[in-house]
Antibody
Framework: QVQLQESGPGLVKPSQTLSLTCTVS??????????WTWIRQPAGKGLEWIGR???????NYKSSLKSRVTISIDTSKNQFSLNLRSVTAADTAVYYC??????????????????WGKGTTVTVS | EIVLTQSPGTLSLSPGERATLSCRAS???????LAWYQHKPGQAPRLLIY???TRATGIPDRFSGSGSGTDFSLTISRLEPEDFAVYYC??????????FGQGTKLEIK
């Protein structure tokens, strides 16, 4: 069974870069049936999608974060990573990595996050 | 970007009762690309429903999803104690961005 585990510093200084890694176990990150994504949740708030990556390295990002975010993939290590530059206190959140499944129905695609990591808390201070 | 609005913000019910959670999309979702998640404190979110009405693997049949276009709903037919949590809807469309609703907190009355 596939499991995801986030890792990285729990404390980042303002203006620096937040870097997290998600390690995938029990399955291959090169499986073409999935994308891989990062999501965050500030304390007391809802879930916010950050971006996604495919095995090829193709990425999509939330528009408001696009200038500061890079998601990369290392298939040899079965990992994908998040870099968020120039962080502020507003970037303090629990960060989750997740696997994105997809399907095709009625002429269009649908996507869903079917496996999640447990999340890691990152504080910017 | 599609905005999802969930209602009510908080739903207070007793075990055994039926829960209906709403998720409204603006503009409408042209496909059935809506998912529902259950989130408990300190845990990862759990996928319940995808493609608007398909139950994810291992999800009890008391959970059901329905809807299309702008109005979607998640129904829990008979609440169990472990069902009290925050529920989020999420849309994907044909391409990103993915967006989430703000959540509905289902609490014990």
């Amino acid at each position: 069974q596939v499991q995801l585990q986030e890792s990285g510093p729990g404390l980042v200084k303002p203006s620096q870069t937040l870097s997290l890694t998600c390690t995938v176990s029990g399955g291959s990150i090169s499986n073409g049936h999935y994308y891989w994504t990062w999501i965050r949740q500030p304390a007391g708030k809802g879930l916010e999608w950050i971006g996604r990556i495919y095995r090829s390295g193709s990425t999509n990002y939330k528009s408001s974060l696009k200038s500061r975010v890079t998601i990369s993939i290392d298939t040899s290590k079965n990992q994908f990573s998040l870099n968020l530059r120039s962080v502020t206190a507003a970037d303090t959140a629990v960060y989750y990595c997740a696997r994105v499944g997809f399907g095709y129905s009625s002429g269009s695609y649908y996507y869903y996050m079917d496996v999640w990591g447990k999340g890691t808390t990152v504080t910017v201070s | 970007e599609i905005v999802l609005t969930q209602s009510p913000g908080t739903l207070s019910l007793s075990p055994g009762e039926r829960a209906t959670l709403s998720c409204r999309a603006s503009p409408s979702i042209t496909s059935n690309s809506l998912a529902w998640y259950q989130h408990k404190p300190g845990q990862a979110p759990r996928l319940l429903i995808y493609a608007a009405s398909t139950r994810a693997t291992g999800i009890p049949d008391r959970f059901s999803g329905s809807g299309s276009g702008t109005d979607f709903s998640l129904t829990i037919s008979r609440l169990e104690p472990e069902d009290f949590a925050v529920y989020y809807c999420q849309q994907s469309g044909d391409s990103p961005p993915y967006t989430f609703g703000q959540g509905t907190k289902l609490e014990i009355k």
